[in-house]
């Protein structure tokens, strides 16, 4: 009698599981991993590891780990691929692309609801939020700052910027204020834009010289304390 031979069986989709349940387990394993590791440390190949499948039929399902946050959060909308196509231009047209792109993604019906859920979680305690600041660190801030260029305070005017934005968000969509709430998104932008242009450049509309002088003589202020 010849003897079968059984070879390993190479690792993909577990065995009997249907392709919607595959994409759930990977979905729950990275659920498990950004919560154990945070956003930074978890990586792809953890996650096919955590969930039993190759690392191959991860991104068969999904792209790349920016995509399995925007799934685990459940939001319809990849906030580093608006970021990153507002930083295509003109450097001093940037805070207005910056607005409009933000504020037309966050006028969506489809996308609010899960925004308003994912920037509560961001704001909140626990391992989801910590996942959420980590990735938008990485995937916003950082971009923008390396956008600015590589000057020693580019991070600080990209995290002001982003403060100018998140505060906007916040009155209009999560706090419902009027008159910000009502506002069309063409006004906003008129008056929100020139302020994160100016904390993303380091200077307001006309006044170079000016701020250049504030900006140096505070940073020798602080020096000689």
Known sequence: MTERLHHPRRPGRPRGAKPGDTRARILAAATDE????????????????????????????????????????????RPDRLVGAALDGPLDELGERLVRAVLTAWDSATVRPAAVAALRSAIGQGPVARMLREFLRREIMHRIASRLGDDDDAELRAELAASQLVGVIMVRYVLEFDPVASLPIDELVARVGPAVQWHLTGLPPGSRNGLDRGVAQAKNSAHDE
């Open 34 to 77: 950004f919560g154990e590791r945070g956003y930074e440390a978890a990586s792809m190949r953890a996650i096919a590891r955590r969930a039993g499948v190759d690392p191959a039929l991860v991104h068969h399902y999904f792209d790349d780990k920016q995509s399995l946050v925007a799934e685990v959060v459940e939001v319809p909308l």
